[in-house]
């Protein structure tokens, strides 16, 4: 089982920056994917980022040219640099791990708004 420990959000106004980071403990194996989802009051659950273990990358359109994910295979950490936040952007974050199974965080709410 993996553990995931999640940080960052936070309130930030239209056009600002946050980084989030997720650190993972436990059962980890030397190959596997980390990235991020997010979920906004009265939508479904929609993939932000994820990255695997080789640094192969995949984003949402949406966040496309803004959002930066990097991980840390040493510290089996993932973080998620987000640049020129719009309102839509305002989520509950969650970090997921997989390998031969998904793990979640318990998730970071991230709010855009003047």
């Known amino acids: 089982q993996v553990q995931l420990v999640e940080s960052g959000g936070g309130l930030v106004q239209p056009g600002g920056s946050l980084r989030l980071s997720c650190a993972a403990s436990?059962?980890?194996?030397?190959?596997?994917?980390m990235g991020w989802y997010r979920q906004a009051p009265g939508k479904q659950r929609e993939l932000v980022a994820r990255?695997?273990?080789?640094?192969?990358?995949k984003y949402a359109d949406s966040v496309k040219g803004r959002f930066i994910i990097s991980r840390d295979n040493a510290k089996d950490t993932v973080y998620l640099q987000m640049n020129s936040l719009k309102p839509e952007d305002t989520a509950a974050y969650y970090c997921?791990?997989?390998?031969?199974?998904?793990?979640w965080g318990q998730g970071t709410q991230v709010t855009v708004s003047s």
């Open positions: 990255i695997s273990t080789s640094g192969s990358t």
């Open positions: 997921y791990y997989s390998d031969y199974a998904d793990s």
């Open positions: 436990g059962r980890i194996f030397s190959t596997n994917v």
